[in-house]
């Protein structure tokens, strides 16, 4: 039989993706401003222009630089296939400072 992990153990899991996502975005950043600033606006006006939902995604927050307010829900976590964040930043990440971060 297939075990399942609790609603809890995805939630901590996803939190610490995200928590390692935004280190690695503030290291590119804080090395390359202008040349990952250049690189995220195109993505972000897709991700706009695609997803009228795009508020309710938490990687989206970490895209721009912001934060979710703490009691704001967001539903979604990713982006799926070429409008991931995710993939964006460890891309971007080995593309920048020559890091595989996987």
Known sequence: MKKFSSPEKIENSLQEKERELRKIWKEIMSRKPMGFYEKIKPLE?????????????????????????????????????????????????????GKNTV
């Open 45 to 97: 006006n897709e991700i706009k222009r695609d997803f009228p939902d795009f508020i309710d995604y938490r990687l989206f927050y970490v895209l721009v630089g912001s934060n979710v307010e703490p009691d704001w829900e967001c539903p979604h976590f990713d982006f799926p296939g070429k409008y991931s964040i995710e993939n964006f930043i460890r891309e971007s990440a080995l593309e920048f400072l």
